[in-house]
């Protein structure tokens, strides 16, 4: 049974750092697609950094390109995401995600190629 536990999460002021980070078991981690999806009132659901199976690939969305940074250990079948310079608009619930099928998946940004999610974590920027 797949299972992704986030945390990590908090209060940070604006232009603060946060660590999150995703624990998973279950499953052969090493084979999979990574991602972190975010869920905010006014954008829905969205991948905001993905990674593929060897971190060989990463992919950003536009709005935290060069400012949070995705990374898995594959021993120790944990998933990082790294958040410097945080916005307000960066507010919102990040979840851990598993890509549904193993090793390449055609849209990384996608967030319904992830089929398996975490509890989620909250991260809130304030002013």
């Known amino acids: 049974q797949v299972h992704l536990v986030e945390s990590g999460g908090g209060s940070v002021a604006t232009g603060g750092s946060l660590r999150l980070s995703c624990a998973a078991s279950g499953f052969s981690y090493y084979i999979y697609y990574m991602a972190w999806i975010r869920e905010t009132p006014d954008k829905g659901r969205e991948v905001v950094a993905s990674?593929?199976?060897?971190?060989?690939?990463?992919l950003y969305a536009d709005s935290v390109k060069g400012r949070l940074t995705i990374s898995r250990d594959n021993d120790e079948n944990t998933l990082t995401l790294q958040m410097n310079s945080l916005k307000e608009e960066d507010t919102g619930m990040y979840y851990c995600?598993?890509?549904?099928?193993?090793?390449?998946?055609?849209?990384?940004?996608?967030?319904?190629?992830?089929?398996?999610w975490g509890q989620g974590t909250r991260v809130t920027v304030v002013s």
């Open positions: 995600a598993r890509a549904s099928g193993n090793l390449f998946i055609l849209r990384p940004l996608e967030t319904d190629e992830y089929g398996h």
């Open positions: 990674i593929s199976h060897d971190s060989r690939r990463t």
